[in-house]
Every structure is written in C-alpha cells, then in structure tokens.
C-alpha cells in the first residue's frame, strides 16, 4: 500500500469543472476519499468510495455537484467536480484506509479510518 499521489487542481471561475485524480496502488477492497481543508477551518470529508463494493458517500454540500469515481485498472479514484463555487476553494486531499470493513456514510468522510494521506493539491474558484 503506497501513498497516495493527487493531481489535477487549479484555479477556475464559479460554475466551472475540475477532476482530481488520486493514484493509490493496493486498497483494491478498501475505502478512497477526499478530504478538503481551507485556511483557518478544519479538514473536511467530501466523498468516499470503497473500491471493492464501489459504494460512495458524499457531504451534503457536494451532492448533485460532485461525483467520486475509480478506474481500477489504473488505481485511481477520480473526484469529478462541476457547477464549483467560491466555497469549494481550498487543498483538496486524497486518502486510503487500510481496512475495508463497513461504514456510515459519517465514518467514511471522518479523517479517523485513514492512515494514509496524499500532499494535496490546490484548487481555487474565483471570478
């Protein structure tokens, strides 16, 4: 199980599109996520995806706007981002849990089951 490596943030106006992608070798039957943290506010859960079951959880303020996908071929987990607005902007940051086992959705998007943890990459909205 290697860390994970994201990529794919940058700076877009609101109503925009981004997609992360998060490269994560060996969690073929474990939980995904990304997490964001803005300066001065806590990190936060965004989406999950377990990557044997294919389910996924999502904040509500992403839902509708967001999507978390996997190519397990490649090992990477994708967060498709649409319709972005000013308050998405902060590190987005990609996770792996060692461990497969079930979860709420509240547990999936808590930063507790996730032992391994990517840099992070930028992502900015602004007109």
């Given at each position: 199980q290697g860390q994970p490596v994201e990529s794919g943030g940058g700076s877009?106006?609101?109503?925009g599109s981004l997609?992360?992608?998060c490269e994560a070798s060996g969690y073929t039957h474990s939980y995904v996520a990304w997490f964001r943290q803005a300066p001065g506010k806590e990190r936060e859960g965004v989406a999950a995806i377990h990557t044997?079951?294919?389910f996924t959880y999502y904040t509500d303020s992403v839902k509708g706007r967001f999507t978390i996908?996997?190519?397990n071929a490649k090992?990477?987990?994708?967060?498709q981002m649409n319709s972005l607005k000013p308050e998405d902007t902060a590190m987005y940051y990609c996770a792996a849990a060692p461990r497969g086992g079930?979860?709420?959705a509240k547990q999936a998007l808590s930063v507790r089951p996730?032992?391994?943890w990517g840099q992070g990459t930028q992502v900015?909205?602004?007109s």
């Open positions: 877009v106006q609101p109503g997609r992360l992608s044997g079951a294919g996908s996997q190519d090992n990477t987990v994708y967060l079930p979860m709420t996730y032992n391994y900015t909205v602004s």
